[in-house]
Structures are given as C-alpha cells and as structure tokens.
C-alpha cells in the first residue's frame, strides 16, 4: 500500500442527542478553511426509509453498501480523509462500516452530553414522532455504547461551543486545523 492509497476515517459516535452530525458539518468547515479535501457521510443519510424487510439494526446492509459505493466515488475524486456519523452499537457495526473503506487508517470519537442536554437537544430538534421514540432509546444506547469500550476517545459536546469541540478532535485525531481567528 502506498502512503497516498491510507484513507484516514473520523468515525463520530453517540447517543441520539450527542452532536454527531452538528459535529460532522463543523469539522468539514474548519476542514473547509484551509483547503484540506475531505468527504463527509452521515450514514443514517444512506439508509434513510422503511424497507419491505424488516431490519432491527436501522438498515445497516444498506448503509454499508451505499457508503462502498458513495466512498468509491469520493476516493477517484482523490479524497484521503473522511468523516462518517453514525451511532455504533456493537464492534461489527464499526468493522462493518470501516470495511466498506479499503485502506481505511480509523479513529473513532465517541461524543458525550449530559442527559439534560441530550433531552433539550432532541426535543428542540424533533418536533414531530421521532422525539419520542429517540427520547425513550437515548439512555440505552448511551449504556451500550459506553459497555463497548471502543478504541479511540470521547469528547464532551455539551457546555463549549461546536467549534471548541470540532477542534479538540481534529487535534486528538491529528489532522489538521486552522488558526483561531
């Protein structure tokens, strides 16, 4: 494998209500500023609908395989670097997602908040059925996520600004970022 063939991957994780997607857009706009080529996916974005089979993993399979071909085509394009979003609940999810990514160098950041700003989060951002349902799953996929001990870090996303903490993990991650203005 060649240096210029390692695509470095940010896999952002969380409960309902961490930051992951608002994180996401953050990283790509610091990333933005100074010109460094990079994709962003929000692999709930992949797989978004019901399909006729039904699933219990919120269509993995399908995210999986929209995300190989979606990544192919960023990766011609010449993309080294990518952001992926997306809630984690077993070390298969991560394998799974990464392996959809050839020469996949991974980090993960695992985003936390308070369970008072998870709640205000999601209630502010779901008005309609999905506030419900995303309010009574929080508190579960935040135990489960947090029994994987997945490799990488964690990050608080609750009392500093989204650029703070965008920031904090492009350091952590080692990529870069620009000055403070």
């Known amino acids: 494998m060649q240096p210029s063939d390692q695509v470095e991957v940010l896999f952002l994780t969380g409960q309902p209500g961490a930051g992951k997607s608002a994180v996401a857009k953050e990283l790509s706009e610091l990333l933005w500023k100074i010109r460094e080529p990079h994709a962003v996916i929000d692999l709930d974005e ?5 399909l006729p089979t039904r699933t219990t993993d919120f269509n993995r399979a399908l ?3 929209n995300l190989t071909a979606v990544w192919a ?17 077993s070390p298969d999810d991560l394998n799974q997602f990464t392996s959809a990514i050839p020469n996949a160098q991974v980090t993960v950041c695992l985003l936390r908040a308070s369970q008072a700003t998870i709640q205000q989060r999601i209630t502010e951002r779901e008005p309609g059925s999905a ?4 309010l009574s799953l929080t508190t579960r996929v935040a135990e489960k996520i947090a029994a994987l001990e997945l490799p990488g870090f964690c990050v608080e996303n609750g009392q500093r600004s989204i650029n703070e903490v965008a920031r904090e993990i492009l350091a952590r991650a080692e990529w870069p970022c620009p000055p403070i203005s």
């Open 46 to 50: 992949l797989c978004r609908g019901l």
């Open 63 to 65: 995210a999986v395989a």
């Open 73 to 89: 085509n960023f990766y011609t394009a010449g993309v080294r670097r990518l952001i992926l979003a997306r809630i984690v609940e």
């Open 131 to 134: 506030q419900t349902f995303l």
